[in-house]
C-alpha cells in the first residue's frame, strides 16, 4: 500500500461537482487499488483498498459483469480522471452521494462494455494523521513557500529602486510621467494589503480557488514532503544521499522528476550601531533575475 499512499500524497486537489454537495477530491489509482481523499472543509473521508476488495465489490453491485480487477480499476479511472484532473472532457460517469454516520458512500454510475457499471466508494472520517498529511502539512508548506517568495520580491524592488536612483543620479529622466512610481516600502506595502487585500485573499468560500489556483504549489511542497521522507528511509544509501532515488521501482518513478528550485533572500541591507541604515554600492550589487516558485 505504499505506493497508494506516496501517489495519493502527489495527487492534486480537485473539483468534484456533485448535485447534492460539490466536495473537494483527490484519488490515485493503479491495478494494485486505489485510495481516495475527499472533504467538504468540514470533514475529510478515505478509502484505501487493494484488488480483493475491488473484486468482491464488482461482483456485489454489477453481477451481469464479468471482468479482473484491473479492468474495474482501469474503468474507474477514466471516470474519474476528467474530473480529479480538470480536463475539458466531460465523465462520462453520474457521480452522487450521501452521508451516514461517520461515512460517506461516493455513487458511480455508467456503462462498461455496452452493460451498466456501478460503483461505490465507501470513505470513512479520515484520521488525524492523514487530514495532516495531505492539508495541515502542505499547506503551512505553502504558507511558508509563498513568505519567502514575497520577501524576494522586495527585495528585487529595493534593488530595481537603487537602480532607478542611480539612473536619476546620472541625469535621466522619464519620457512618461505616468510611469513614475515611489520608492517602495515593505512595511507600509503589508500595511495596506492588510487592509485593502486581505478580506478578499482570504475568501475561501467551498475551497474552489485553493483548486484553480495553488495546486501547481501544492503538489510541489507534496512532493518535497515525499522526497524528504524518502531520503530520511534510506539514510546511508550513497544513490540516495547524493539527491537522486532509486531507479526500479514506481515509487521511485513518482519521485524522479526535477525538484522545485529553493528560494532564497539575498541580504541587501545591514543597520549599524547607531541605527542608520547601510545600503552597498550599486556597482557592488550582483543583480539577479525575478524568479517565482515556478520559473
Known sequence: MEELEQGLLMQQWAWLPLAEDSMLAKAYITKHGYALLVSDLQQVWHEQVDTSVVSQRAKELNKRLTAPPEAFLSHLDDLLRPLLKNTEHPSEATFSCYRVPEALILRVRSELSGL???????????????VSQHLIRPLMGMSLALQCQVKELATLLRMKDLEIQDYHESGATLSRDRLKTEPFEENSFLEQ??????PEACSIGTGRPFVTNLQGLYVAVTKQEVQMEQRHQ????????SGTSPQGTDESHLLNQPEEPVLSVPEIESTDTSGAMLRPPLSKIKRKQPRGLFS
Open 193 to 198: 494589503f492588510m487592509v485593502e487585500k486581505l
Open 234 to 241: 534510506d539514510t546511508g544509501d550513497p544513490q540516495t544521499s
Open 116 to 130: 451498466p457499471f456501478y460503483w461505490n466508494f465507501h470513505c470513512n472520517i479520515a484520521s488525524p494523521f492523514l
